[in-house]
């Protein structure tokens, strides 16, 4: 009974000692929620209906491959950021 009682006690201590350190060792980061703004294919689709000329929608084409790839590299460029940081923590300094 004694055994089995210090086996869970053992077990426990092990389980919040793990939850602490995932937990503290976490980077946490606030992020502001991004505008919502019209698609390009929402703005193609609206100069359709109003039934603008050809030149237009193939701007807005280009304009909405420009837009994608500037996405892409934002991203890119983001995640290399992350990638290169360094995280330090508490019981590092």
């Known amino acids: 009974m004694r055994k089995r ?3 869970g006690l053992i077990a426990l201590a092990f389980v919040c000692s793990c939850l602490l350190l995932m937990t503290s060792c976490a980077k ?15 703005e193609i689709e609206k100069a359709r ?34 990638e290169s940081q360094h995280i330090y923590f508490d019981f590092d300094k």
């Open 28 to 42: 946490k980061q606030v992020q502001a929620p991004e505008v919502v703004q019209p698609t390009p294919a929402e």
């Open 5 to 7: 009682m210090m086996t």
């Open 49 to 82: 209906e109003v039934g603008a000329e050809a030149p237009d929608v193939d701007r807005a084409k280009e304009r909405a491959e420009r837009e994608a790839r500037l996405k892409e590299l934002e991203r890119a460029r983001r995640l290399a950021d992350f």
